[in-house]
């Protein structure tokens, strides 16, 4: 759970730009992108073969 105690003189703005840093250090944005919608067990395993199809060991090991 991330959270900010903005200080009594600070800015809107600051304590904004505070959080979203704080936000990008903690890996929350990628989490919400994933559970953004369902995915169905066929759709994940499309995804997963898909990354290992573009990964450089992959394309390394078929190379000739």
Request: hydrophobic fraction near 30%.
């Amino acid at each position: 759970m991330t959270q900010i105690v903005v200080g009594e003189n600070e800015g809107l703005e600051s304590a904004l730009r505070r959080f979203k840093r704080q936000v990008s250090k903690a890996g929350i944005m990628p989490d919400v992108r994933k559970h953004r919608h369902f995915e169905t067990p066929l759709e994940k395993n499309k995804r997963k073969a898909k990354a290992i199809a573009n990964s450089k060991r992959y394309k390394k090991r078929f190379r000739s």
